[in-house]
């Protein structure tokens, strides 16, 4: 077989993956049973077996870090670069780059982020007399979003079902974002500007209304392969089959248990219709984990089979030595959950556990806020992932902003730097070179370069303006010869960019990163000698969208979508509490869909874990929120004879009053748990102790029966009209199957 490839280090299960045949593949890759290898030796295989050259590949990835780890894996194995390696959104700007003229837009897009759409906005609302809260901004341009993903024109977001789709209740506000969507896209079209919604919706549209563009991209692939099929949209999906119908060749590799972004557009009957979609398909199922003990795995294959799936499995541990069941803390409180996870984790730390093996999950951030105070209170150091990115620091996006404006005039660009450094141009000022230029019919700089024009500016601030516009005409040109690093310590010297950041007060720190800048440009210029300005801004504006999971001395903390694609020996997944995971609002949209993606979320969470597992939640009272708290469903369906209970209810006995190994040899020396006959004794005790201060009019989830509204109560037994029944039922108030709805 293929040269460089060794075969034998693969189980019978992902050796038929990587050997099949041509046509179209689906490869169900369960949590840690080695997708990312079975991918890249089927590109491997693909080349020295099947000589398909290596430019004839076209790979898909949801992130950068993907597709590098995935290119220098094939390069390690074979010795060959795949150039076709990509995001859909990297793959999509470089067939907008030959063929977007086909749409009447100029080849040379220019790609907008969320800042820059939210300047353009501002620019809008103003002009149709709308208050600018940045709240409302923010939310208008998820808003586009959807009706860009949907496809949706000005009469289509007046449909009463599509309002609810896009979360509009009044008919006037989705008048209102239908004039603002027609202004932005013209606004877009006009400047060439594309947002990343476009990449790939603008790809679609060629394909679907060009076939000859079609043919030409069909013709350059003989073989296409999908990393995370699971998490793909419609839009997406419909793009891959267009480029796969010509030669069916196509190889979609995702697991439907880890469909956590339905709210990104990802839809389960993808993958779950694909071998319907494509005859013949040959699927492939990879159920050994190389990743947890069989302890874990046992707890998440029990939860996740309560969930509808197409495609039943049941991960098994290629590892067999390690056998520490996961352990499950009721706490009182938040407060008692977090103070037991701190004294557990300085337990870890003190016995040499690195603390970046240390991992604590939680389905929202703003659990985390009890977590990191008791963090702090026991000193350990902790990094919640999710903290502002190089990229994305204002004195970096301001260098981006002044690279923009010298290299075509970036109108977005203008309103953020104008009077960065400041210039004493005021708003009113600038207001009336923005009605100017609308007025006129003029690009931004166009009305600057003419404020002796305009009558309504006073000699001052023509002034200002005129040196503005001086200095941007001084520095293009002057860079026209330079390279892009030295165009950008131009651009510094020129604005006198290091005066003004000495004036704040990390300014140290703001100054390192500009520099930091200037090395990564030099970088790109060694590697891209023949790249242009605009390359390069197009490749920043990708790069914004990387995720860094790097943190080498912290305890991490992450939400359980962040923790997506990464694994830790030790992981807390915390606040498994009804309300929490499975949060209110996911049961609220849809008692069935919404819990079964909770489900798959809390599924994620649990195989990260690699040799220890622990689950909390804040059971019984809690005084602070002054409410019943109740512990997730999900435990139940995991099954208590599945984990090590410690339960800080009984006995007074509280996790923050000792650490975790002293507990637990506590509660074995009182056999509590030595049995399952006397843990379930223990849990019905829990339940039978609680007061029934249940109200009528309360509402209460069932873990059969789902939302219920509290109508009657008698001594003991509440009367529960339940959405999905038309009778009433009557049921014990302490039973364990009733939840008190949380907010």
Same mark, same amino acid.
């Given at each position: ?38 991918? +890249? ?21 949801? =992130? ?10 094939? /390069?390690?194995?074979? /010795? ?11 793959? #999509? ?78 008919? *006037? ?11 932005? #896209?013209?606004? #877009? ?40 099929? $699971? ?16 030669? $069916?060749?196509?190889?979609? !590799? /995702? ?19 694909? *071998? ?11 159920? +050994? ?17 309560? *969930? ?28 008692? &959950? ?31 806020? +009890? ?11 902790? =990094?919640?992932? /999710? ?26 660009? @203008? ?58 005409? &001084? ?51 060694? %590697? ?40 830790? &020996? ?49 059971? #019984? ?7 019943? !708290?109740?512990?997730?469903? @999900? ?34 020396? %009182? ?5 399952? $006959?006397? $843990? ?24 059969? @029966? ?19 029944? %038309? ?13 008190? %709805?949380?907010?």
């Amino acid at each position: 077989m293929g040269v460089g490839i060794d075969y034998s280090r693969l189980n019978q299960e992902q050796k038929e993956a990587v050997t099949a045949d041509l046509g179209p593949q689906l490869v169900i890759a369960g949590a840690g049973t080695g997708k990312t290898s079975v991918l +890249t030796l089927r590109i491997a295989h693909l080349i020295t077996e099947k000589h398909i050259h290596p430019s004839r590949i076209l790979g898909f990835t949801f =992130t950068n870090k993907a597709a590098d780890e995935m290119k220098e894996r094939v /390069g390690k194995t074979i /010795g060959v670069s795949i150039p076709y390696l990509s995001t859909f959104h990297s793959m #999509c700007v470089k067939i907008l780059q030959q063929d977007i003229h086909y749409l009447n837009y100029h080849n040379n897009i220019k790609i907008i982020d969320a800042d820059d759409q939210e300047v353009l906005l501002k620019e809008i609302f103003d002009q149709l007399s709308i208050e600018k809260k940045s709240p409302i901004i923010k939310k208008t341009i998820k808003m586009i979003s959807k009706v860009k993903n949907k496809f949706f024109d000005q009469s289509d977001i007046m449909n009463e079902k599509n309002r609810k789709y896009l979360e509009i209740v009044d008919r *006037n506000d989705a008048q209102k974002l239908a004039d603002i969507y027609t202004i932005y #896209c013209d606004r #877009c079209f006009k400047l060439n500007y594309v947002d990343f919604d476009d990449l790939i919706n603008l790809t679609y549209k060629l394909f679907a209304e060009f076939p000859e563009v079609l043919e030409k991209w069909q013709n350059k692939f003989d073989y296409i392969l999908v990393d995370e099929f $699971q998490d793909t949209n419609k839009i997406q999906y419909d793009l891959i089959s267009l480029l796969a119908a010509k030669h $069916q060749n196509l190889f979609v !590799v /995702g697991d439907p248990d880890q469909m956590i972004y339905s709210f990104r557009g990802a839809e389960q009957w993808i993958i779950n219709n694909f *071998n319907q979609n494509f005859k013949n398909t040959k699927v492939t199922i990879l159920k +050994t984990n190389y990743r947890s003990t069989q302890p874990i795995l046992d707890t998440a294959n029990r939860l996740i089979d309560a *969930n509808n799936n197409s495609y039943k499995k049941n991960l098994t541990a290629f590892n067999t030595n390690d056998h520490n069941i996961p352990i499950y803390l009721r706490g009182q409180n938040q407060i008692d &959950e977090a103070n037991w996870i701190a004294r557990t984790v300085k337990e870890l730390l003190e016995e040499g556990t690195p603390a970046n093996q240390i991992a604590i999950l939680f389905r929202s951030n703003h659990y985390s806020r +009890t977590i990191e105070q008791s963090m702090m209170r026991e000193s350990i150091p902790y =990094t919640i992932l /999710g903290s502002k990115k190089f990229y994305e620091r204002a004195e970096i996006k301001d260098m981006i902003a002044y690279l923009k404006v010298v290299n075509d005039l970036d109108e977005l660009s @203008f309103l953020r730097i104008i009077n960065t450094p400041r210039r004493a141009i005021g708003p009113t000022t600038f207001e009336h070179v923005k009605h100017y230029a609308i007025n006129n019919n003029l690009f931004l700089f166009e009305a600057l370069a003419e404020v002796e024009k305009n009558h309504l500016i006073n000699n001052t601030q023509k002034k200002n303006i005129l040196n503005f516009v001086n200095l941007i005409k &001084e520095i293009r040109d002057e860079m026209e010869d330079l390279k892009l690093h030295e165009v950008l310590e131009l651009i510094y010297k020129k604005v006198n960019y290091e005066a003004y950041l000495l004036e704040n007060e990390r300014a140290e720190d703001k100054i390192d990163n500009v520099s930091e800048l200037k090395r990564a440009m030099k970088m790109y210029v060694d %590697r891209h000698p023949d790249d242009t300005i605009n390359d390069y801004l197009n490749s920043i504006a990708l790069y914004l969208n990387k995720d860094s999971k790097d943190s080498k001395e912290n305890v991490l903390l992450m939400t359980v979508h962040n923790s997506k694609g990464l694994e830790y &020996e030790n992981v807390f997944v915390v606040g498994m509490n009804e309300g929490h995971l499975p949060s209110d609002r996911a049961i609220d949209d849809d008692p069935i869909k919404g819990v079964e993606e909770e489900r798959r979320i809390a599924y994620v969470a649990l195989t990260r874990a690699k040799k220890n597992l622990y689950i909390s939640s804040a059971c #019984c009272y809690d005084p602070l929120a002054r409410r019943q !708290v109740f512990e997730s469903r @999900f435990i139940n369906e995991i099954g208590f004879n599945n984990l090590k209970i410690i339960n800080s209810s009984f006995k007074n006995n509280k996790p923050e009053d000792m650490p975790l190994k002293s507990f637990l040899k506590q509660q074995e020396e %009182r056999s509590w748990f030595d049995s399952q $006959q006397k $843990q379930k004794e223990a849990e019905d005790n829990f339940y039978q102790t609680m007061k029934n201060d249940f109200e009528i009019g309360e509402r209460i989830v069932h873990t059969s @029966f789902g939302n219920g509204v509290i109508i009657g109560i008698d001594g003991d037994i509440l009367t529960i009209a339940f959405s999905k029944y %038309r009778q009433p039922k009557q049921i014990s108030f302490n039973h364990k199957t009733i939840v008190r %709805r949380m907010g």
